[in-house]
């Protein structure tokens, strides 16, 4: 007999059925993930190097702290819709 989280993962699959990755998508995805977290890292380390020379300046090191968010955010978005796009792929 079937639990309740059984049953309802039967359901979900029949409703929209889990879609199998070939090897090639998985590695176009993980270099995405790559790709990405080193544009990510790379802007840390430029924000950060910019956050030391504005030592003592709290509207600048807010302003950087705000840049830095808003970069990584818009990164991510990227990422995310390159990813999407791999996953469509029949």
Do not use: H, N, W
Request: glycine share 4%.
């Amino acid at each position: 007999m079937k639990s309740a989280y059984e049953l309802a993962m039967s359901r979900l699959e029949k409703a929209s059925p889990v879609r199998k990755l070939t090897e090639e998508q998985k590695e176009r995805l993980r270099e995405i993930d790559s790709e990405f977290d080193a544009k990510i890292a790379e802007r840390r380390i430029f924000v950060e190097g910019e956050m030391v020379k504005a030592a003592g300046d709290f509207s600048t090191l807010e302003s950087l702290r705000a840049q830095l968010a808003s970069e990584i955010a818009s990164l991510g978005e990227k990422r995310e819709t390159k990813k999407e796009s791999v996953r469509k792929e029949a």
